[in-house]
């Protein structure tokens, strides 16, 4: 299976996530498959940005694949949780080179951290944003209770993740959630524009900014997240919120 066509335009490589039949919603495969994807980019030093949308109009990605990990327990809630920062979210965040978030649509949970995890993020103006897990009987397990914190302040942070409230465009650029929205046709142009504003910088003085930029970063609360994240997978709720998407109901917690 092929989930991530990749483009090379001069100095930019453009990953495009492809699932669009489940709104590019993040499995296992998937997660593997960008993760080697980055690593033959990262070494590959005629590649000086890296830019990620998902495929079609409507999603980036709508989340991790809940089918996936419905029937998960504890355990393997927290090796997922684990796997998942270790493979794509960790690797992306202290990437080499500047990574920027082109969501064309749907950015939710999983896909909201991913976005997260890049250093910049740009929206069409039809992309819908938030961290709805608490709703599933979850937490945010990719970083998005430290990231989303640290982008938009605790106040917003906390009122989108408890009550998972979703965020358009245009509410997005206002908070800081993305630094600058586009009509849907121009936001692959958009992208471009702001890596060639890179590439023209030096590569070594971007890898270093980036390095600096993330030290503040805790990561012990990484760390706190993902315990917190796998024992949720033993609890009921769980069950009943995972239960409740898959029935395609409203759960009753
Ligand atoms: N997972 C699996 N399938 C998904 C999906 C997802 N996140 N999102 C959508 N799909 C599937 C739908 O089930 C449907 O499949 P079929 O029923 O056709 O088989 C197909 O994609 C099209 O979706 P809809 O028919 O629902 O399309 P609508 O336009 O009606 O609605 C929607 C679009 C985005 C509002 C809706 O699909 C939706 O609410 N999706 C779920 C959004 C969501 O709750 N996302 C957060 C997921 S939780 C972890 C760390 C983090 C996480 C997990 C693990 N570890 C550390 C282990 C993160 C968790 C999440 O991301």
Do not use: W
Request: glycine content about 8%; aromatic content about 8%; overall charge positive.
């Amino acid at each position: 299976m092929k989930f991530i066509n990749i483009n090379i335009e001069s100095n930019i490589a453009i990953l495009t996530i492809s699932r669009p039949k489940y709104l590019n919603a993040l499995n296992q495969k998937l997660i593997e498959e960008l993760s080697n994807k980055l690593d033959l980019i990262r070494s590959n030093e005629k590649i000086r940005v890296v830019i990620i949308s998902g495929e079609g109009n409507k999603s980036f990605v709508a989340g991790a694949d809940i089918k996936e990990f419905a029937n998960f327990n504890k355990e393997e809630g927290e090796l997922l949780s684990k796997n998942g920062h270790d493979y794509l979210f960790d690797k992306i965040a202290n990437f080499n080179k500047p990574v920027i978030a082109a969501i064309n649509g749907y950015a939710l949970g999983g896909g909201l951290e991913l976005a997260l995890a890049c250093h910049i993020r740009i929206a069409s103006i039809n992309a819908k944003m938030g961290l709805p897990e608490c709703s599933l009987g979850l937490i945010p397990g990719y970083g998005g209770t430290q990231r989303l914190v640290r982008i938009i302040g605790e106040s917003k942070a906390s009122e989108m993740i408890l009550t998972s409230k979703i965020v358009n465009a245009q509410d997005a650029e206002k908070i800081g959630l993305v630094s600058s929205i586009f009509n849907p046709d121009q936001l692959m142009h958009g992208a471009i524009n702001l890596a060639n504003a890179c590439v023209k910088n030096s590569p070594k003085a971007l890898e270093k900014a980036i390095m600096c930029i993330n030290k503040n970063f805790d990561n012990m609360g990484l760390q706190f997240e993902q315990k917190a994240f796998g024992s949720l997978f033993a609890t009921n709720e769980f069950k009943e919120g995972v239960s409740a998407f898959l029935e395609k109901r409203k759960p009753n917690f």
